[in-house]
């Protein structure tokens, strides 16, 4: 939930907690709004016991709420918080220390951000799509493009902005501010949504403008009239594995088969740099990065300075 008031809180979450009877209810949402610590507390206090945090510097920005900061604020109400930071402590450390390092964004709180409603676009594809704009050097495009996701979002006659379709709004988006021409080049995904292949309802709810230029292209004539295969569990398991759990082959299934048996050929993580690593180990580490040509520490009794001889 990336863009729910305290206010809508309060009405929707005892309406969800009634009819799932026992079933049991927890609270994901991102902090895109501003919004979202707000709405925890609220949700807490109409019946909610489980809900979905990260750790600094994980936390805030387009992600989830602060654990921190979310217990510190309960516990401040009256309530019990299950969350022992003393073993988070380290892990905030472990991962703020990488961040630096690597010159990562450190996760931020919002400001109340009202344009979050236009487009809608969730805080895990707006992060993917920051990085993959950084990635070409274009990360500065970042509200250009969210502002473009809400026009094309209006041009597929608002789908609801969740995987997959959140997606393909936000490609589009992103292709058609990167092109510098609207709908100039599309994606097979929004050729299939046009077609009707991700909603039959698609079609119909399009502007008739942009389905045109949508499918007058020869790539669309590849794809009309094609259906995805509907396999049976059986057939599934045949193809990804016959042995492997139900855990491995969801994986198999959304990653791919080549991705997991990467993952499981993978060999031992690289040991990093952290908060609790010695001072030597911080100096060796730093002294291996090419941009790093001086390292000057100072504490009391004790100062240090080195630096890297400059190429003639």
Not at 15 to 30: F, K, M, R, T
Not at 46 to 58: E, F, K, M, R, S
Not at 59 to 65: E, F, L, R, V
């Amino acid at each position: 939930m990336s863009a729910v008031t305290p206010e809508r809180a309060r009405s929707l979450i005892p309406a969800i907690l009634q009819n799932a009877g026992a079933v049991p209810v927890e609270y994901h949402a991102h902090c895109n709004n501003g919004l979202a610590t707000l709405c925890y507390i609220e949700a807490v206090k109409h019946g909610i016991t489980a809900l979905h945090t990260a750790v600094p510097p994980l936390a805030n920005a387009s992600s989830q709420p602060s654990i921190v900061n979310v217990a510190s604020n309960l516990r401040a109400l009256g309530y019990t918080a299950l969350v022992n930071e003393d073993e988070i402590k380290p892990v905030e450390e472990h991962f703020t220390a990488i961040a630096k390092r690597d010159g990562l964004a450190i996760g931020k709180p919002f400001a109340y951000d009202i344009s979050q409603y236009s487009h809608q676009v969730p805080g895990g594809v707006i992060s993917n799509l920051r990085h993959q704009l950084r990635v070409i050097g274009k990360e500065d495009k970042l509200p250009e493009t969210l502002e473009e996701a809400a026009r094309v979002r209006a041009d597929f006659g608002y789908p609801i902005m969740v995987t997959p379709l959140s997606q393909f709004v936000v490609s589009q988006a992103a292709i058609n501010i990167i092109v510098g021409e609207r709908y100039k080049e599309v994606s097979d995904q929004v050729i299939q949504y046009g077609l009707g292949i991700w909603g039959r309802e698609a079609p119909e709810i399009m502007d008739p403008e942009v389905k045109d230029k949508i499918l007058n292209r020869r790539r669309a004539k590849d794809w009309h009239g094609w259906t995805p295969p509907d396999l049976s569990l059986d057939q599934v398991r045949k193809k990804l594995g016959a042995t492997v759990s139900d855990e491995e082959l969801l994986l198999r299934v959304y990653a791919g088969p080549q991705a997991v048996d990467a993952l499981k050929s993978a060999s031992a993580p690289k040991s990093q740099v952290n908060g609790r690593r010695t001072l030597l180990e911080l100096v060796e580490q730093l002294s291996k990065k090419r941009y790093c040509h001086q390292v000057y520490i100072s504490k009391k009794g004790f100062s240090l300075n080195l630096g890297k001889q400059q190429p003639r």
